[in-house]
């Protein structure tokens, strides 16, 4: 067994836990990001969970997702597309079926081989890299709805499968770009939750970045600027890389500007629904 699945099943539980214990007119708030709902967060989380699974099932059904995905999308835009997907599933319905789910993926994937390979929308990957790309969506997803409420996340060193996610498309974020890689990546030394130290590449003077797995993490999935965390940059590649970082896959997107995603300082109030 390998502790991506456990890893990806405890930060949801963490999500579901805040959520929880919430009122049901939390649900239709809006967020920092890209003014997506809570719901519209829960929905994407949901949606895609579902796809990883039917794809390490393997099987048509995966393939016949994808060619919806793209056909409609590609019109639409994704989050119509995710609406259309959960037929009128919402609120409190859609966190249960979501909190129901997501320990099945975990457990299914906790039984393979870490390094099967399975279909995705892009280029296949392994088993662990599926998982790991479920974690990252969940704490960057989630990253907005603890935003929006106002709590500051207590994170937890599996978050460091995030960093090596972001350290490992450091060439992909530039190809991704049409600029030229450079040749070396900077030195990242970054203290974990726990206080640890974690350190990779060669310790360079002149390119480096420093400071806290968290806001490593943070920019790395475009859910803070920079200039919003406490990274230390030196050097021209670490500079240049740390304004354009992007550790998911798709299209080009721009990072928040400063600022523009943060811990809100006075919590929306929320009242119950009542039916």
């Known amino acids: 067994m390998f502790p991506q699945p456990d890893d990806f099943k405890t930060e949801s539980d963490a999500l579901y836990a805040l959520l929880a214990q919430q009122p049901d007119g939390v649900f239709s708030h809006p967020t920092q990001f890209k003014n997506w709902t809570i719901e519209n967060v829960i929905g994407h989380l949901y949606m895609w969970n579902r796809a990883a699974e039917q794809s390490l099932q393997g099987g048509p059904a995966f393939d016949a997702f994808i060619a919806s995905v793209l056909k409609d999308a590609s019109k639409t835009g994704l989050r119509p597309f995710e609406d259309k997907w959960l037929d009128g599933l919402k609120g409190r319905a859609l966190l ?55 709590v500051v996340r207590q994170d937890r060193d599996h978050i460091r499968n995030i960093a090596v996610l972001g350290i490992n498309t450091f060439g992909w974020t530039y190809k991704n770009r049409g600029l030229a890689v450079p040749e070396q990546q900077p030195y990242l030394c970054l203290t974990a939750p726990s206080g640890e130290v974690w350190e990779w590449n ?74």
């Not at 039984?111 to 279909?119: H, L």
């Not at 990252?136 to 907005?144: D, L």
């Not at 965390?229 to 998911?248: H, I, K, N, P, Y």
Request: proline content about 9%.
């Open 96 to 150: 249960e079926d979501w909190h129901s789910h997501y320990p099945e993926v975990a457990a299914q994937f906790s039984k393979v081989d870490p390094k099967a390979r399975v279909k995705w929308a892009g280029p296949d990957m392994s088993a662990r890299s599926s998982i790991t790309a479920r974690l990252m969506e969940t704490w960057a997803h989630g990253q907005e709805i603890y935003d929006i409420l106002g």
């Open 202 to 275: 060669n310790p360079a003077q002149t390119n480096r970045i420093e400071g806290s797995a968290t806001g490593f993490c943070q920019v790395v999935t475009q859910t803070r600027n920079i200039k919003d965390t406490d990274l230390r940059v030196t050097g021209e590649v670490a500079t240049q890389w740390m304004s354009v970082a992007q550790c998911f896959a798709g299209p080009v997107e721009t990072p928040p500007a400063p600022g523009a995603r943060h811990t809100a300082r006075t919590p929306p109030v929320f009242q119950p629904v009542r039916i």
